[in-house]
């Protein structure tokens, strides 16, 4: 329920009087951190009490950063609506997302969630799944991998960026889903060492957007854009590039539905047209939203899951046991559902690794967080995924190891398949946001990303041709620095995998 400011005023001086507050760090310490703010703030988190620091700025309001579970459900439900996105978040994104769901408040992302959520019933979803997940899969995939594999085989090892294969991946499955049609930007392996234009128009979107809310002071890159130089010149030409795009489909949509009739289709922009009332730069702007919130969310987690098993081989075996014994390919859905194992590895990697790694409200009216935090309308409000994930106080001394063990209620010793696994708050791990603005795609990434490591595992040995630890690289959404760099082999049966429990019981 949302709380006037006016009668917060008692508690907010009480609180202000009484309470410990966050310890605050001045601008010169963000200066000087700017370049690794992701552990430095994990870092002031661990040190605070109250799991909350704020930050000041020059020339704007405060930054608050929170990692207590309890403010983030204050701010992402409790109080939801004193805690829009707000303009300081929205122009920031406007040249790039426009008036997408992404981007607004209030009655225009109100109007948008409730169209788009038809795009998320479970007949729907089970829908796009068959006809345009599985099919990605195993028409352009697993082909393109078992290429890859066969020259290891034959020649010399044979090098790979597996980010980019999944990205690629992504970005065709989202085209699907929003605009009803498939780029192919997953094909054989020579194309990779081609840029295809309209993925390297978001990606430069993406990263100047990104940028221009980490500059620590905004008028740089506003004066940038109005003289139309450097990187806001990028962004200005990629943004064109990507609206041209997506409205010549627009146009082509429209003509067919009117020409041949046809029939609603499946994807967000049928939808939308046949729906009406919406006009054309909002749909271009909601897809838009849709195709950033879809591509590199679930290929940013699968690489992080790739990297993290192969640096920990016994959980790698674990996995491909569970899927020896119960993945069946014709039989996906209900299979999946009991891949007990691989649902832990996929929330475990994004403990460590969330594909978006904090997320800015800006207080509409005075507040008072939970832990007694005072907030003033204008103060930046954060959340911090990253951060919660590796606090001791949230997941224990073992916080900074990947151990998909922990999710499962009691001891891992069963059979993965009968096993349940923890419900763990959403503000505890908020990974896919919370409250009303939860996450829309969160079931179908989960289903998605199911899909395509099992179908991985099965077949394939991932390997990294380089030891060190791979740098996250926190944009819009997180990405693997420099690439995953891998050679790909068919995976080798491994002797008595299909018999063995989770303890390596014998089963048979
Ligand atoms: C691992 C995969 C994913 C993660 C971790 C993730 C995470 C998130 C987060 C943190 C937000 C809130 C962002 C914000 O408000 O600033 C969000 C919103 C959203 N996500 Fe996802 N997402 C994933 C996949 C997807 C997919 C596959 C789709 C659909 C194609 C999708 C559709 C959306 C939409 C439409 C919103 C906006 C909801 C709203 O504002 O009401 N997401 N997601």
Redesign the pocket.
Known sequence: MYKNPKTITFSYYYYYLFHNHPTNYPFISFFNNRHRLLSWYTDLLSQSPSQTVVIRRLTAPKTIITANPKNVEYMLKTNFINFP?GKPFTDVLQDFLGTG??NVDGDL?HAQ?KL?SHQFTSRSLKQHVKTTVVEAVKTKLLPLLDSIADDTATAEVVVVDFQEVLRRLGFDI?CK?SLGFDPCCLRDKQSFSHVVPILAAFDTAAEISAKRAATPISAVWKLKKFLRIGSEKLLKDSVNEIHEYITEIIHERKKNIIKFSEKTGLDLLSRMIKTGGVNEEQIRDMVI??IM??RD??SS?MTWLFYSLSRNTHVEEKLVNELGFGFKENDEFETLKEMKYLQACICET?RLY???SW?SKHAAGDDVLPDGTPVNSGDRVTYFPYGMGRMERLWGVDRLEFRPDRWFDGEPGEFAGRLKLKEVSPYKYP???AGP?V????G??NV??SYVVASIVNRFEIRPVRFEEAVYLPLLTAHMEGGFKVSIRRRRPIVGAMCQDMKGHELI
Do not use: E
């Not at 996450?439 to 969160?442: A, D, I, R, V, Y």
């Open positions: 996105k769901i992404f992302w969630r788009a989202v889903l939203s849709f919130a879809g969310t679930t987690a994004m969330p594909p978006v997320d990974v896919f946001h603005r996450c829309l795609g969160k179908l990434a998605q990303m």
